[in-house]
């Protein structure tokens, strides 16, 4: 195949000519002797069909490859998308595991430059992509906490306002029952009891409120930590890795060109 035309490509601008199928010629009545002479003898040669035009090709009828090209380079964009660093590694150590080790230097491997440098490039280039990867779960973690603290500052605000209404109603209920003749002393007992209902009311909001501000900063505190370590012991393993690799790199001596000895 042509190096100018992609794999599976198809030349079908010059279609082979449809052979043409050959024309029935309609019976003619004619008279017995007429009939008789006009029989073929055996050795007559059959008239050649005559040439006809080639058929016209549909080119809208060809699929498109371009299509199919396009969908393959979206799936291999997609498989490397899920290409994590772990897998590059884990080749880079499949690489120095099968390599062949030197006769005088059994620590001493021999690996493909191009395939390992082409790994590395990988590596660096997936790297970015799986630190992103983490700080945008720290910065979303980070999110969850702030909208969290919101609900929790309007929860308490509400339940501040909603105490503060109940203690103004009570006093206000407290004095017209004061102002009132003969009923001074039930006034007093009422606005009391009004009073610590109020306070009562005020209180166990309070609290509830404080308890669930706690109880979900402390979950998320804890999902926080947790992204922390894991990245952490991401970063830290992938250094380790590195350093791992680093060392285990070939390292050519003369042993390795007797011819220059």
Do not use: W
């Amino acid at each position: 195949m042509s190096d100018e035309h992609p794999t599976g490509y198809v030349d079908l601008t010059t279609p082979d000519p449809v052979p043409a199928a050959p024309v029935e010629e309609a019976p003619v009545d004619l008279p017995p002797t007429e009939a008789t002479d006009a029989v073929p003898t055996p050795e007559a040669p059959a008239p050649a069909p005559a040439p006809t035009k080639a058929a016209a090709f549909n080119m809208d009828a060809l699929p498109d490859l371009r299509e199919t090209l396009q969908a393959d380079s979206e799936e291999n964009k997609s498989r490397a998308e899920f290409t994590t660093v772990y897998d590059v590694i884990d080749r880079l150590e499949s690489m120095l595991d099968e390599a062949k080790t030197s006769m005088f230097s059994p620590g001493t491997v021999k690996v493909d430059r191009d395939e390992f440098t082409s790994q590395l490039a990988e590596l660096k280039k997936l790297l970015p992509v799986q630190l992103e990867r983490a700080s945008a779960l720290m910065r979303e973690a980070e999110r969850r906490l702030e909208s969290a603290q919101t609900q929790a500052n309007a929860v308490v605000a509400s339940a501040q306002s909603r105490a503060a209404d109940m203690v103004r109603e009570a006093n206000e209920q407290a004095q017209f029952l004061a102002g009132q003749e003969n009923v001074t002393e039930l006034a007093r007992q009422k606005a009391r009891t009004i009073l610590e209902q109020a306070q009562a009311k005020s209180d166990h909001l309070t609290q509830g409120a404080d308890q669930y501000c706690t109880t979900v900063m402390e979950g998320l505190s804890q999902q926080l930590g947790k992204l922390t370590q894991d990245v952490q012991a991401g970063l830290n393993v992938l250094e380790e890795r590195q350093r791992s690799a680093g060392e285990q790199l070939p390292k050519l001596t003369l042993n390795d060109y007797p011819e220059a000895q």
